[in-house]
């Protein structure tokens, strides 16, 4: 995992997913009214992507409704992977992460599908 990553709160790395992933965006997506609804609902417990494994699959519903497919391994307790790719594709030649968590793996592989460098 790059060092981008590792310096994020959670709270950034869910609002990262949700903005570049989930298309929670709009023109105003980054004004300080926006982030405060974000906070708002992510303290309520709701948009853990990174963290919650109920909502890292929202992460993957949201890509499957978009035609991606999607490869899950689980290595050992602290060591996943996850590929992502359009439905098209040959899953060795798609976005891809390793990650120390289930919901890490899924959320950085799809930020990689979304073209986000990271």
Sequence with gaps: MNNYWNNLTS???NLLVGVKVMNFSNE???SENWRTSFSYHHDLGMWNFSTNPRQ???VIEKLIDEGHAIEIK???YKQFSCR???STEILSGTS???AETFQESICLAALRAKGVSI
């Design 11 to 13: 709270f950034e790395r």
């Design 28 to 30: 105003n997506s980054l």
């Design 56 to 58: 890292a699959y929202d």
């Design 74 to 76: 689980i290595h050992n």
């Design 84 to 86: 992502i790719a359009l």
């Design 96 to 98: 891809f992460s390793d």
